[in-house]
């Protein structure tokens, strides 16, 4: 399957501290990659679909102003969560797509503590 | 209701046992589905997508019903290794965008 890397692979931050999440395409381009979120024991949750060279377009419920995504090139989008709170803590994972289905980077655990 | 739902499990099964269990979604314009694998920490896996009636690879055999509108995924001759979450994922429109289901955990014991 197609290699997509996500990084940091864990981070550990203070409330109220920014974030910074890349998530690089390997061996493909990529137009269209997707943030997730997922809580323990719950599903993954979209956040947002990044898209290269525009705004990124968010789920309902998600601020976009909190989570800020650029697509500035074919092979990486970065999600910075903003001002991080406890709450905020989760495993972060981005998917993209190299055709029709979708390949997961191996997630970032965000705690904020 | 939920966009997908899955049976949380577990389902414990001796190696070597057949194990199934299913996904239901409910937009009726749902046009792919998926089955990930994830582990515990990790990022989920594609195991098999099904764009038809169904699909099969090895030992695992997905089964679309449109009409009952679910999905089935078949695990015979079940091994250690295929212990693990198996989450569901639909998209119903355009846009690749996947509604996962919160998971059935399987545990397959020696």
């Known amino acids: 399957g197609a290699v997509v890397s996500q990084h940091p692979s864990w981070v550990i931050c203070k409330s109220g501290t920014s974030v910074k999440i890349e998530c690089r395409s390997l061996?493909?381009?990529?137009?269209?990659m997707f943030w997730y979120r997922q809580f323990p024991k719950q599903s993954l949750m979209l956040m947002a679909t990044?898209?290269?060279?525009?705004?990124?377009?968010?789920e309902q419920g998600v601020e976009k102003d909190k989570f800020l995504i650029n697509h500035a090139s074919l092979t990486l989008s970065t999600l910075t969560v903003t001002s991080a709170h406890p709450e905020d803590s989760s495993f972060y994972i981005c998917?993209?797509?190299?055709?029709?289905?979708?390949?997961f980077g191996p997630g970032t655990r965000l705690t904020v503590l | 209701r939920k966009e997908v739902e899955q049976d949380p499990g577990p389902f414990n099964v001796p190696e070597g046992a057949t194990v199934a269990f299913n996904c239901t979604y409910s937009?009726?314009?749902?046009?792919?589905f998926f089955w990930y694998r994830q582990d515990c920490r990790k990022e989920p896996k594609l195991l098999m997508s099904?764009?038809?009636s169904g699909n099969e690879d090895g030992r695992f055999t997905a089964q679309l019903n449109r009409a009952s509108q679910y999905i089935s995924l078949l695990i015979r001759d079940s091994k250690l290794s295929d212990s693990a979450t198996y989450l569901c994922?639909?998209?119903?429109?355009?846009?690749?965008?996947?509604?996962f289901g919160a998971g059935t955990t399987v545990t397959v014991r020696a």
């Open positions: 998917s993209a797509l190299p055709g029709n289905e979708q390949f």
């Open positions: 061996d493909f381009q990529a137009t269209t």
């Open positions: 990044s898209n290269e060279g525009s705004k990124a377009t968010y």
């Open positions: 937009n009726s314009a749902s046009q792919s």
């Open positions: 099904v764009y038809s």
């Open positions: 994922a639909v998209n119903t429109g355009n846009d690749y965008k996947l509604s």
